[in-house]
């Protein structure tokens, strides 16, 4: 059996929404998310449950729009629960932080639609309230409805423009977090009424192409000053960008090969940014159904894959608006992609065999053990899981896993009470939290803040 022997990062991927990436399985009987997800005890309890499986983060992901590319509508998103109705992943921190103590919690902000000194702030605000236990997943975006819903033009940025305007958004952020106040500037001095002392508290005065901000930050500073930063760009640009910015990055792959090249390119562009390659936590998107036994655990995803939608994956799928159902299931895909027109540049992007068909694609979209974004499935018991883990990260190089949730809260359970207890016996998982901070239990103790290689200490004070 292949050894890693380094410590595995595990990260649960969720959203604040009925559906997501588990179509379907909302109406699972033993599904509670649906319900509630709406209430403030769901996500108290659930942040504990995660918790109990000591993962590094709750990772929430967002959507500001409605996929509406698949049937040529939103009908199928709003029917499938999927992204829609979704709540602010911001909002249920803060109630998911009173009942924890050592998880960490991050979500999704898009730089083309929100404002870095709003974002600052409001990140600032959590990470205080958590004790520095935040980190934020910063994205471009790409639903036509998001640009509907607050007026942007989409043809304003082209796609590499985008991320120009995230890094700027990033600068900002950083000179707020970093810059604004000095280590020194809060003295809550009763006797002599002085709470902070104002040479010590700065405007940044902000000058761009894109943004003028003036300051200060107004909140003051947390343990990490700086969340912890989050990415997942794929295209060139977005490498480039995540390699520069990012202390956790999320890399997927239709192959084995596929993901561990994007791993490798990752690295490389680090430190063409003037960082180390092990600054940055690689994850890979993954899917676990365990047991007790082997029998059972097979029997659990045959039970899944039944109540799994089709509709609902491809609507996510293509949500940007390639609307795959205008063609016939057996068309050819490498044909749609050679007439051209709209969509057939997005079908393009992901490497089909010879022979596939639109039904293939469709059919494929909704195979939870192969799901596109999703790469490495593991089925079975405890030990066998732990077996499979061991060899994704000997040969891919990846550092952990965002763990993909098919059942609420189930999956999460299966995992504490299944997989963990084998991760710890092989010395290669947690037993109790490292730090205190988000950071530290990411990188190590008594590492609360970036590290000196990374672009937010360019204005440390």
Same mark, same amino acid.
């Given at each position: ?23 379907? #399985?909302?109406?699972?009987? +033993? ?10 005890? %769901?996500?108290?309890? %659930? ?62 902000? +898009? ?5 870095? %000194? ?9 990470? #205080? ?13 790409? #639903? ?24 700027? %958004? ?9 810059? +604004?106040?000095?280590?020194? &500037? ?9 709470? &902070? ?12 192409? $894109? ?22 760009? +794929? ?53 676990? !159904? ?23 994956? !491809? ?45 293939? !694609? ?33 040969? #891919? ?31 290669? $998982? ?28 360019? $204005?440390?004070?």
């Amino acid at each position: 059996m292949p050894s890693s022997r380094k410590r595995i990062s595990f990260n649960l991927l969720d959203m604040p929404t009925v559906s997501h990436n588990n179509y379907g #399985l909302w109406a699972h009987p +033993s599904n509670q998310k649906h319900m509630r997800y709406k209430t403030v005890n %769901f996500w108290m309890d %659930f942040a504990k449950e995660c918790e109990r499986a000591r993962f590094d983060t709750l990772f929430l992901a967002d959507a500001i729009g409605v996929a509406a590319g698949y049937g040529g509508s939103n009908d199928i998103a709003i029917r499938e629960g999927m992204h829609v109705p979704s709540l602010d992943p911001f909002t249920p921190i803060a109630a998911m932080a009173a009942s924890t103590s050592g998880i960490g919690f991050a979500a999704t902000c +898009s730089t083309t639609y929100e404002q870095p %000194f709003h974002l600052a702030r409001r990140l600032g605000s959590l990470d #205080l309230l958590t004790n520095g236990r935040v980190g934020v997943n910063i994205v471009t975006s790409y #639903l036509p409805n998001a640009n509907e819903n607050f007026g942007v033009d989409q043809t304003k940025y082209t796609h590499d423009e985008r991320y120009d305007v995230a890094d700027e %958004f990033l600068q900002v952020c950083y000179k707020l977090w970093e810059a +604004s106040w000095e280590e020194d &500037a809060i003295k809550r001095d009763r006797l002599n009424q002085i709470f &902070a002392d104002p040479s010590k508290v700065h405007r940044i005065d902000h000058k761009g192409r $894109y943004f003028n901000v003036a300051g200060p930050q107004l909140v003051e500073p947390t343990r990490q000053r700086t969340p912890v930063i989050y990415q997942a760009g +794929s295209s060139g640009r977005g490498k480039q960008f995540a390699a520069r910015h990012a202390e956790v990055v999320f890399v997927g792959g239709r192959s084995l090969e596929a993901v561990k090249e994007n791993v490798k390119a990752i690295r490389e562009e680090a430190v063409r940014q003037g960082r180390r390659p092990d600054d940055i936590k690689i994850l890979v998107g993954t899917t676990i !159904v365990a047991a007790r036994t082997r029998k059972l655990a097979l029997a659990k995803k045959e039970d899944y894959q039944e109540m799994t939608s089709a509709d609902g994956y !491809v609507a996510h799928m293509y949500g940007a608006g390639f609307d795959l159902s205008k063609f016939g299931r057996d068309e050819l895909v490498a044909d749609i992609i050679k007439k051209g027109g709209q969509g057939a540049e997005h079908l393009g992007r992901y490497p089909y065999a010879p022979g596939t068909t639109v039904g293939d !694609v469709i059919a494929a979209s909704a195979d939870i053990a192969g799901h596109s974004t999703v790469p490495l499935f593991a089925c079975g018991t405890g030990e066998e899981i732990v077996d499979e883990i061991e060899m994704w990260v000997e040969t #891919l190089g990846v550092d952990g896993f965002l763990l993909r949730q098919l059942i609420t809260p189930h999956t999460v359970g299966d995992f504490a009470d299944y997989v963990m207890p084998e991760l710890q016996k092989r010395g290669i $998982y947690r037993e109790e939290y490292e730090g205190s901070t988000l950071r530290e239990n990411l990188f190590g103790k008594g590492q609360p803040r970036v590290p000196d290689n990374h672009p937010a200490a360019a $204005y440390r004070r």
